[in-house]
């Protein structure tokens, strides 16, 4: 199921094989994947894996295709062709963007970077290994080619849905490449996610909640190198009052769980830490910096304000106080996509959800959550944006 382009002939020739919303062939195809994802070995070597097979188990499947198909005012369809540019620096997205979407029903054609390796190496081979119907390989195409604009404006003619991920230069670099009259774009371009702690529910806390807890942020952040569009960056301790002895011990039980996952980070990354934060310092964002290990960085910003919104290196976290999570309306904007969080009770979130209006902010999750994919992200809901609607009255 693994091509190159070029291989297997004209990919944008119209294919005689027809799929429908919850084809039992994909499903099946789908199932047999997760259950290699599954697999104890694999698992264990990237644990990302084990989550990406949890979402492709045949229940979930059962309840996407249910809620996928299910409209009682309309009969729903396949959007058509799919074209997927997932990004190269998180190497599980094309998976759930690409499985939502066969699931609908969709013909794809995905892009993977030359770049990938590591996980997604595994899938491929997982999915070369999946006895499947041969329906599959015709309409369900993983392709490698350099960075050639007639390839990706021959596949942006062909699609009736372009899905773009990666930064915001990668999105409008894309987009030059016209697509035909009756297709659009979905893109996730640039974003950036925070981490809130509650100060008094730390404190509230027992010391086994407290090291549950930065476990799951450790996965958030460390996993992808702190890259992904939803892994944790600056940390706001939310409430008030001295917070040195919580940033204190949060700081050391980070430590001593990336020691214990074994988690390293190379040394010309831990450079480049240093210079980000020395610039963060330099410009008045930062009011104090510590170094305590290469793999942790900890960064004491000036203010709200002074966040940074771009990736400054893996373990990097700064840090700022505020009295409460409204304090943080002003400054979010629709670049921000997750805020993770610890402490804070189900009314205080709905509050902060509700001030925040739409204006940025499109997930609201526990550390530890912060990289599980939904099929609602970025504030789409992906097993409708796979699909197209005929009314019939």
């Not at 190496?121 to 960075?147: F, K, S, W």
């Given at each position: 199921?693994?091509?190159?382009?070029g291989v297997?002939?004209?990919?944008?020739?119209?294919?005689?094989?027809?799929?429908?919303?919850?084809?039992p062939?994909?499903?099946?195809?789908?199932?047999?994947l997760?259950?290699?994802?599954?697999?104890?070995?694999v698992?264990?070597?990237f644990?990302?894996?084990?989550?990406?097979?949890?979402?492709?188990?045949?229940?979930?499947?059962?309840?996407?295709?249910?809620?996928?198909?299910?409209?009682?005012?309309?009969?729903?369809f396949p959007?058509?062709?799919?074209f997927?540019?997932p990004?190269?620096?998180?190497?599980?997205?094309?998976?759930y963007?690409?499985?939502?979407?066969?699931?609908?029903?969709?013909?794809?054609?995905?892009?993977?970077?030359s770049?990938?390796?590591?996980?997604?190496?595994?899938?491929?081979e997982?999915?070369?290994?999946?006895?499947?119907?041969?329906?599959i390989?015709?309409?369900?195409?993983?392709?490698?080619?350099?960075?050639?604009?007639?390839?990706?404006?021959?596949?942006s003619?062909?699609?009736?849905?372009?899905?773009?991920?990666?930064?915001?230069?990668?999105?409008?670099?894309?987009?030059?490449h016209p697509?035909?009259?009756?297709?659009?774009?979905?893109?996730?371009?640039d974003?950036?996610?925070w981490?809130?702690?509650?100060?008094?529910?730390?404190?509230?806390?027992?010391?086994?909640?407290r090291?549950?807890?930065?476990?799951?942020?450790?996965n958030d952040?460390?996993?992808?190198?702190?890259?992904?569009?939803?892994?944790?960056?600056?940390v706001?301790?939310?409430?008030?009052?001295?917070?040195t002895?919580?940033?204190?011990?949060?700081?050391?039980?980070?430590?001593d769980?990336?020691?214990?996952?074994?988690?390293?980070?190379?040394?010309?990354?831990?450079?480049?830490?240093?210079?980000?934060?020395?610039?963060?310092?330099?410009?008045?964002?930062?009011?104090?910096?510590?170094?305590?290990?290469?793999?942790?960085?900890?960064?004491?910003?000036?203010?709200?304000?002074?966040?940074?919104r771009?990736?400054i290196?893996?373990?990097?976290?700064?840090?700022?106080?505020?009295?409460?999570?409204s304090?943080?309306?002003?400054?979010?904007?629709?670049?921000?996509?997750?805020?993770?969080?610890?402490g804070?009770?189900?009314?205080?979130?709905?509050?902060?959800?509700?001030?925040?209006?739409?204006?940025?902010?499109?997930?609201?999750?526990?550390?530890?959550?912060?990289?599980?994919?939904?099929?609602?992200?970025?504030?789409?809901?992906?097993?409708?944006?796979?699909t197209?609607?005929t009314?019939?009255?």
């Amino acid at each position: 199921m693994i091509f190159r382009f070029g291989v297997e002939g004209d990919l944008t020739a119209p294919s005689a094989d027809r799929l429908t919303v919850g084809d039992p062939r994909v499903v099946d195809f789908l199932a047999a994947l997760a259950r290699k994802l599954l697999a104890p070995t694999v698992a264990r070597r990237f644990p990302e894996l084990g989550s990406l097979g949890y979402f492709l188990r045949p229940a979930e499947l059962r309840r996407s295709v249910e809620a996928m198909a299910t409209r009682p005012d309309a009969l729903v369809f396949p959007r058509g062709n799919v074209f997927h540019l997932p990004p190269a620096n998180v190497d599980t997205i094309f998976v759930y963007s690409w499985a939502i979407s066969a699931l609908a029903g969709n013909h794809n054609i995905v892009r993977i970077s030359s770049r990938s390796a590591g996980a997604a190496e595994v899938i491929l081979e997982a999915l070369n290994e999946v006895d499947a119907d041969p329906v599959i390989a015709r309409t369900q195409r993983m392709i490698t080619y350099g960075h050639d604009d007639t390839v990706t404006a021959a596949l942006s003619r062909w699609c009736d849905l372009r899905v773009i991920w990666g930064g915001d230069r990668a999105v409008d670099t894309i987009r030059k490449h016209p697509l035909k009259p009756s297709a659009r774009d979905l893109t996730f371009p640039d974003r950036t996610s925070w981490a809130v702690l509650s100060a008094p529910g730390w404190r509230a806390a027992d010391p086994d909640a407290r090291r549950a807890a930065v476990v799951g942020f450790a996965n958030d952040a460390y996993w992808f190198d702190q890259a992904a569009c939803s892994s944790p960056r600056t940390v706001f301790l939310i409430g008030g009052g001295d917070t040195t002895g919580i940033r204190a011990e949060f700081l050391e039980l980070l430590l001593d769980v990336v020691d214990r996952r074994g988690w390293t980070v190379d040394p010309a990354m831990a450079v480049e830490k240093r210079v980000n934060a020395y610039e963060l310092a330099a410009t008045g964002a930062a009011t104090a910096l510590d170094f305590p290990d290469n793999r942790l960085t900890a960064v004491t910003l000036a203010g709200v304000e002074a966040a940074p919104r771009r990736w400054i290196g893996a373990g990097a976290f700064p840090f700022a106080e505020v009295d409460s999570l409204s304090d943080l309306v002003p400054a979010m904007n629709r670049q921000d996509q997750t805020v993770s969080h610890f402490g804070f009770t189900p009314a205080e979130l709905r509050a902060f959800a509700t001030e925040l209006g739409g204006r940025g902010v499109d997930r609201i999750v526990p550390f530890g959550s912060a990289l599980t994919f939904g099929a609602i992200w970025d504030g789409y809901d992906l097993k409708r944006e796979f699909t197209r609607l005929t009314t019939l009255q």
